[in-house]
Structures are given as C-alpha cells and as structure tokens.
C-alpha cells in the first residue's frame, strides 16, 4: 500500500516542475526502479491512473526502467550481479558483500510539453548589476 504515497510525491513533484517550466502538459515520466526494491510497478499504474485524473498529467505514460541487483565483496572489492542464490562473490567465494545497485527508486525525467511562449528550459535569462 505504500505504492499511492510514492506515486502521490511522483505526481506532485511532476507537476512542481512542469508549472515551474509552464508546462501546458506532463506527457510522460521515466522512473528508476531498483529491483530490489519493493516498489510494484503495476500498483504504482495503478494509483497514477487515479490520483492523476483532472491535472496535466493525466493520461501521462509511466516509464519504468529496472536496475538490477549489484555487489561489491568487501573482502576482494569484485563487483558483480547480485546472485540471489548464492550470495557468494563469484570471484573469491566470500559471502561478505556489500549491495551497490539495486536497492533505487528516484524519478529521472518528465517529458512535457511547453507553452508556446516558454524559453527552453536551457534558455534562462540572468542579469548582472
């Protein structure tokens, strides 16, 4: 069930940035999702279909991209997949291993689109005094 407070901070952080962009609309959104985290992405679907209904985002895609599962041996320091059967380093049989990837969740990117009259985001002006 904590997939809707997850999925709750996804929406409201796409939107925060989408107004700050003037954004007229969230067409997508790309979430990392370590696999060994406990995220489920069918329920965080799931709550977005419904918690996005009557904003810019509704309708938007939802992008999941899987990290998978990574170890470092603190013993050797070998890097390898994280072999769920063993948990043992492949390079020197140690079951001393520290999780290196896998365990991600973060939001890498919203693709909107733009008011006519909105600079790119890379086009910002400044001024100097």
């Known amino acids: 069930m904590h997939e809707m407070g997850i999925t709750q901070s996804l929406l409201n952080i796409a939107l925060d940035h ?3 962009a003037n954004a007229t609309r969230i067409n997508g959104l790309t979430i990392v999702v370590g696999e060994l985290s406990s995220v489920v992405d069918d329920s965080v679907q799931f ?8 904003t810019i985002a509704e309708k938007a895609t ?3 991209k899987r990290i998978p599962a ?3 041996c603190t013993d050797c320091g070998h890097t390898a997949p994280l072999d769920r059967e063993t948990y ?3 390079a020197c049989g ?3 291993l520290a999780i290196v990837a896998g365990e991600e969740f973060f939001l890498e990117s919203i693709d909107v689109d733009l008011a006519a009259s909105s600079p790119a985001p890379e086009q910002k002006e400044t001024s100097h005094a």
């Open 47 to 54: 709550y977005w279909d419904f918690i996005s209904q009557g």
């Open 70 to 72: 990574a170890a470092r």
């Open 62 to 64: 939802l992008n999941f």
């Open 18 to 20: 989408a107004q700050r």
């Open 94 to 96: 140690s079951g001393s």
């Open 88 to 90: 043992a380093c492949p």
